[in-house]
């Protein structure tokens, strides 16, 4: 096992062991069932970059592991709710039946909902950042990222894609993914600037390609990846005749600009040096995994 895996899988269990510390918390109910079952599983590459952009920052990891928790938690939030019928109307995730399977859409609505409020009581804490400043920051960045100009205006894009008459162009398909899926990676890089009142911007610059080469490693894996590796359906995009990278730019084309992607996100990690390296490997990873 490389350093980078080692690294990712003990960030992983960490964060996992965090959350679900929180969420064992709450009043026992099918909703907190869910929500730990939603919550389980995953790589958990969104609190990994928490972490390694706090270490960047000199930020201790216990500090940055709230938010962290905080980040997978509206991850989870957002898998729950873009596979109920009323949105992908998925079955499978992570290998395993989807919330609303499993329960029934009404406990699936109120368990994503119950993960997005405790992703920002975790950012409320005083331990979840070192000053009261940063706090707030991490929270209405948050906001921003995951509301009606980030994550959730990505995927009323996609919905609406789905009905066009018209295919997506292929900047119609990088805006749309730059909410949907980069927004909240982009908040992950970003975080530790934060919680050092830092500059932000080789952090955004970092993300932005990042989270736009990991849409693309998921089209490609649509498209020729493992259903039993990817733990979901594959092929449905084209089957429903949605524009994709893939569809635009052909598979191999589709790959080089991952690639290319891969590169302007490490190019951007020079003012950190080697103490870059984990992040620069991340972003290896990102169009190098199966699922």
């Known amino acids: 096992m490389s350093d980078f895996a080692r690294a990712l899988a003990e960030a992983a269990r960490q964060i996992a062991a965090r959350l679900q510390a929180e969420i064992g918390l709450l009043p026992e109910s099918d909703v907190r069932d869910a929500m730990a079952y939603a919550a389980r599983g995953g790589k958990k590459l969104r609190g990994f970059l928490v972490l390694e952009s706090a270490r960047l920052h000199g930020v201790s990891p216990e500090i940055a592991l709230q938010a962290a928790a905080a980040i997978e938690a509206m991850h989870a939030c957002s898998l729950v709710h873009d596979d109920l019928p009323a949105m992908d109307d998925d079955d499978l995730r992570r290998g395993q039946p989807t919330v609303h399977v499993k329960w029934d859409e009404a406990t699936a609505i109120l368990a994503g909902d119950a993960l997005q409020t405790l992703t920002f009581g975790l950012l409320a804490r005083p331990d979840a950042a070192p000053s009261p400043e940063a706090r707030l920051d991490l929270i209405a960045s948050m906001a921003q990222a995951a509301g009606a100009a980030g994550m959730v205006y990505g995927q009323a894009l996609d919905i609406g894609a789905e009905t066009a008459t018209v295919p997506l162009t292929l900047e119609e398909i990088t805006v749309l993914?730059?909410?949907?899926?980069?927004?909240?990676?982009?908040?992950?890089?970003?975080?530790?600037?934060?919680?050092?009142?830092?500059?932000?911007?080789?952090?955004?610059?970092?993300?932005?390609?990042?989270?736009?080469?990991?849409?693309?490693?998921?089209?490609?894996?649509?498209?020729?990846?493992?259903?039993?590796?990817?733990?979901?359906?594959?092929?449905?995009?084209?089957?429903?005749?949605?524009?994709?990278?893939?569809?635009?730019?052909?598979?191999?084309?589709?790959?080089?600009?991952?690639?290319?992607?891969?590169?302007?996100?490490?190019?951007?990690?020079?003012?950190?040096?080697?103490?870059?390296?984990?992040?620069?490997?991340?972003?290896?990873?990102?169009?190098?995994?199966?699922?």
């Open 177 to 291: 993914q730059a909410g949907k899926t980069g927004a909240l990676i982009e908040w992950s890089a970003c975080a530790g600037a934060r919680m050092a009142q830092a500059d932000t911007g080789p952090l955004a610059r970092y993300a932005q390609a990042l989270g736009l080469a990991f849409q693309i490693a998921d089209d490609i894996l649509d498209v020729e990846g493992d259903a039993s590796l990817a733990g979901k359906r594959l092929q449905k995009d084209a089957a429903a005749g949605k524009a994709t990278f893939v569809s635009h730019l052909g598979l191999e084309g589709a790959k080089i600009r991952a690639k290319t992607l891969v590169e302007q996100a490490q190019a951007a990690l020079a003012p950190y040096g080697k103490k870059g390296q984990m992040l620069r490997q991340t972003a290896e990873f990102v169009i190098a995994r199966q699922n």
